[in-house]
Every structure is written in C-alpha cells, then in structure tokens.
C-alpha cells in the first residue's frame, strides 16, 4: 500500500522538484545580477568622481549603460532558458504520466475506490 502511494505521488513530487531546481536557478540568475549591478553602480560613479571632461564623463556614462543593458539582456535570457527547459520538462512529465494512465484501466481503480469510500 505505502508503494502504490509513493509510486502514485512520484509525479507531483518530479513536478515539485522540477520547479525547485528552476526556482533556484532564477534566485541564483537574478542575485548575480544584482551584486553585479551594484559592484558596477559604485565603480562607475568612482570613475566618474575622477574625470574632469565633460565630454569624457558622458562617453564613459554612455559605455556603462550599454554594458548594463547587454548583462540584464543576458540575465534575462538565461531566465528564459531555465523557465523554457521546465517547461519541456514538466511537459514531458504530464505526457509521460497520462500515458501511464491510460495504460492502466484508470477508471475501473476509480470505481474500485469509489466503491471503497461507499462502504463506509
């Protein structure tokens, strides 16, 4: 009985892992953004205190910007990655599960349950 439970929560519990792993994959994407960022924002503005051209100031402000948006354009496809591989993942667990189902004779394990809950 404990096997046929645990084998019939093994996909869900695939489900629960696939999510964590991607999850965590997102947490990991998003605060090496952040700590890059910041560690970016503060040197900049170090470079930037020490420049006295106006026309250098901008040139350099002009370089960050463009190297900020190609890092959270890589950070977001990377995210786009991880969030398209769990979905081939869970997708492939739902065909795969359902195809065990209808395998089984599903709705005569129903009616045997159904059955079973009545008599009491």
């Known amino acids: 009985m404990y096997d046929q439970m645990k084998n019939s929560m093994k996909p869900m519990m695939d489900m629960a892992e696939i999510n ?7 947490i990991s994407l998003q605060s090496q953004y ?3 960022f910041v560690n970016s924002s503060l040197a900049q503005m170090k470079a930037l205190s020490e420049v006295k051209d106006p026309k250098t100031a901008i040139e350099a402000q002009i370089r960050y910007m463009k190297e900020i948006e190609a890092k959270a354009s890589d950070i977001a496809q ?5 969030l398209s ?8 667990l739902m ?5 065990e189902l209808g395998d089984s004779d599903y709705l005569a394990e129903v009616q045997k349950a159904m059955q079973g809950f009545s008599k009491k």
Do not use: G, M, P, Y
């Open 20 to 26: 964590k792993k991607t999850a965590e994959k997102l």
């Open 34 to 36: 952040v700590s890059d």
């Open 78 to 82: 990377q995210e786009i990655s991880a």
């Open 85 to 92: 591989e769990a979905k081939a993942q869970l997708t492939l």
């Open 95 to 99: 065909e795969n599960t359902l195809e």
